[in-house]
């Protein structure tokens, strides 16, 4: 149990266009979903906390208008990229709360590789 | 201090045992736990410990927290070339929303035959 995945697993883009990032719990239904960054070698990097049915929190220095964040089901959240740049190149992760044990742990899906050209 | 903290990397020979080392920042927190990373992929999780508990072993993995000194360590026992990753120790701090994470940077860990 507790399965995430996400698609695309890789994207190449050109600069000025959107990505769309999908991230779906797939035999269980998440209320809470969680968007990481991760530069090569370092750690992971909180972008924004998704909520079902709710505006997402975003973390300080994210901004909320060029990484846009839907939750719209209980097993589906996506993280639009609006007009990327070369900067925007990173490797992103998702990760769905699903409790265990009684508690609420999170399941991380495989991460999509983003190369903007 | 504010972050969690890991050592950042480890060599260890095939078939010894590996402990990799974590200090974490809230006295209160409740549950941690251990991740682990391969080249390219997402975080898999290996285990937890709630806090109320000293020790916890799961097949050849065992974890160690000593609360007083916010230190929880992990232990791979008989490590094998897979074991080659990054693992990373987080947190749920009580004073964070529910469900957010603090992680350390991450440990990588090269098996050597």
């Known amino acids: 149990g507790a399965v995430v995945s996400q698609h695309p697993s890789w994207v190449i883009c050109k600069s000025g266009t959107s990505v769309k990032i999908e991230c779906r719990s797939l035999?269980?239904?998440?209320?809470?979903m969680f968007w990481y960054r991760q530069f090569p070698k370092q750690s992971l990097m909180l972008m924004a906390t998704?909520?079902?049915?709710?505006?997402?929190?975003?973390e300080q220095g994210v901004e909320k208008d060029k990484f846009l964040i839907n939750h719209a089901s209980l097993t589906l959240s996506t993280l639009t990229v609006t007009s990327a740049h070369p900067e925007d190149s990173s490797f992103y992760i998702c990760?769905?709360?699903?409790?265990?044990?009684?508690?609420?742990?999170?399941?991380f899906g495989p991460g999509t590789r983003l190369t903007v050209l | 201090g504010e972050d969690v903290e890991q050592s950042l990397f480890l060599s260890v020979r095939e078939g010894d045992s590996s402990v990799i080392n974590c200090t974490y920042t809230?006295?209160?927190?409740?549950?941690l736990y251990w991740y682990k990373q391969e080249p390219g992929a997402g975080l898999q999780l290996l285990t937890y410990?709630?806090?109320?508990?000293d020790m916890k072993q799961d097949q050849r993995l065992t974890v160690l927290l000593n609360k007083k000194d916010k230190h929880l360590s992990l232990r791979i026992a008989d490590t094998q070339t897979g074991d080659s990753a990054i693992y990373f120790c987080?947190?749920?701090?009580?004073?964070?929303?529910?469900?957010?994470?603090?992680f350390g940077a991450g440990t990588q860990v090269v098996v050597t035959p």
């Open positions: 987080a947190e749920r701090r009580t004073t964070d929303s529910w469900g957010k994470f603090q």
């Open positions: 035999d269980f239904q998440a209320t809470t």
């Open positions: 410990i709630f806090s109320n508990m």
């Open positions: 990760s769905a709360l699903w409790a265990l044990a009684g508690t609420d742990t999170q399941y």
């Open positions: 809230d006295s209160s927190s409740t549950y």
């Open positions: 998704s909520n079902e049915g709710s505006k997402a929190t975003y």
